[in-house]
């Protein structure tokens, strides 16, 4: 699989759960700092995005067969990107707009890229009831007071430094989650 963001929050818990589910991946990041993170979290290949077209990378890394899933939390800047990195009847997981929202798009696109399937998913359609979220986070949070999924929360910021907090993540300048603290 293909994950975006690879030193990001989302990007270094994705790829531990990967891992840990025996799957092979190719993370995304841009910086030579942020690819270490990425490797010390499980990934076997790490693109510098800067450096080379990334679903070129992906192309040589897979025998030009192309991923079963790529998840994306970037949008705009790589959505087309994404879909040409994916085997036929892959899936892309669009979690997140880091970039901006993925402009109009013609989904006929997709089935002449080789039956190509999207999602949008957002939490609140996964935890409808009280049950569910038990239910989804139980394996998470067993993971993470086992030890075995590791968090990194090194940025926080005052909620009155929200904006700092914002442009700190728009300009790369983060690593793992970043919380606002009241």
């Not at 690879?6 to 589910?21: E, F, P, Y």
């Not at 790529?70 to 036929?88: A, M, W, Y």
């Not at 890229?113 to 935890?127: A, Q």
């Not at 979220?133 to 030890?147: F, I, K, M």
């Given at each position: 699989?293909?994950?975006?963001a690879?030193?990001?929050?989302?990007?270094?818990?994705?790829?531990?759960?990967?891992?840990?589910?025996g799957?092979?991946?190719?993370?995304?990041?841009?910086?030579?700092?942020?690819?270490?993170?990425?490797?010390?979290?499980?990934?076997?290949?790490?693109?510098?995005?800067?450096?080379?077209?990334?679903?070129?990378a992906?192309?040589?890394?897979?025998?030009?067969?192309?991923?079963?899933v790529?998840?994306?939390?970037?949008?705009?800047?790589?959505?087309?990107?994404?879909?040409?990195?994916?085997?036929?009847?892959?899936l892309?997981?669009?979690?997140?707009?880091?970039?901006g929202?993925?402009?109009?798009?013609?989904?006929i696109?997709?089935?002449?890229?080789?039956?190509?399937?999207?999602?949008?998913?957002?939490?609140?359609?996964?935890?409808?009831?009280?049950?569910?979220?038990?239910?989804?986070?139980?394996?998470?949070?067993?993971?993470?007071?086992?030890?075995?999924?590791?968090l990194?929360?090194?940025?926080?910021?005052?909620?009155?430094?929200?904006?700092?907090?914002?442009?700190?993540?728009?300009?790369?300048?983060?690593?793992?989650?970043?919380?606002?603290?009241?």
């Open positions: 699989m293909l994950i975006h690879g030193a990001g929050g989302m990007g270094l818990l994705l790829t531990q759960i990967a891992k840990r589910l799957a092979r991946v190719i993370t995304t990041v841009s910086t030579d700092a942020k690819a270490e993170l990425s490797r010390e979290a499980g990934a076997d290949h790490v693109i510098r995005y800067d450096q080379e077209p990334f679903d070129e992906v192309r040589r890394f897979t025998g030009g067969d192309g991923l079963p790529v998840f994306d939390s970037i949008g705009r800047t790589t959505f087309i990107q994404s879909l040409k990195c994916l085997r036929p009847r892959g892309m997981a669009l979690y997140g707009g880091a970039s929202a993925v402009p109009p798009f013609d989904l696109q997709l089935s002449t890229m080789g039956s190509l399937f999207v999602t949008r998913p957002t939490l609140r359609d996964y935890i409808v009831t009280r049950k569910e979220l038990e239910w989804r986070a139980s394996d998470v949070l067993g993971w993470v007071a086992d030890g075995s999924l590791k990194r929360l090194e940025h926080s910021y005052p909620l009155a430094d929200a904006a700092d907090a914002h442009r700190d993540l728009e300009a790369r300048r983060t690593t793992g989650k970043v919380l606002l603290i009241p």
